[in-house]
């Protein structure tokens, strides 16, 4: 499950980024890969057209996807709940009741270069967003992908 503030940029975009990933490795049935919100804000709404346009450029199909919100149920759904920077993981922490098994993670925590991914809502910049995205599914893909071998 990815999650971000809203819904509406970086997760659905990690989303659509990881479905895509993992159905050209032919492993798209191996996973449940889904998003959700920390906030109420746009709950129902579509993807943002800045996600939108730069995953259509990048030629990655867009998820059919309307903003939902992360439910403490949701943690015993899914085998990891990765946000997108500090203030998402405080947020899925508070939402869910805690992480006693440790399935709570930044997306580039997997990677070689730990961080936050900003957000293209505030700062307009959905390429930098969507790289690091990229960099962040790439390395939880080869994460997962090592898990079960």
């Known amino acids: 499950m ?3 503030h809203g819904n509406i940029c970086r997760s659905p ?3 659509c980024v990881m479905k895509h990933m993992a159905a050209r490795r032919g492993i798209a049935d191996e996973f449940h ?3 959700s919100a920390t906030s109420s804000d746009d709950i129902g709404n579509p993807i943002h057209h800045g996600t939108r346009r730069k995953l259509k450029e990048a030629g990655i199909p867009v998820c059919d996807h309307r903003a939902v919100k992360l439910c403490r149920s949701d943690y015993d759904r899914y085998d ?3 946000g997108m920077d500090s203030a998402n993981i405080r947020d899925i922490l ?3 009741g805690g ?5 709570v993670k930044r997306l580039l925590d997997f990677g070689s270069r730990p ?8 700062t307009g910049d959905f390429d930098v967003t969507y790289d690091d995205i990229v960099k962040g599914c790439t390395a939880l893909l080869a ?4 898990e079960n071998d």
């Open 2 to 4: 990815f999650v971000c």
């Open 13 to 15: 975009m990690a989303e």
């Open 33 to 35: 890969i889904d998003s």
């Open 80 to 82: 990891l709940i990765i």
């Open 94 to 96: 508070r939402i869910v």
């Open 99 to 103: 992480d006693p098994q440790g399935k």
């Open 115 to 122: 961080g936050d991914i900003e957000d293209p809502w505030y």
């Open 143 to 146: 994460h997962l992908c090592r």
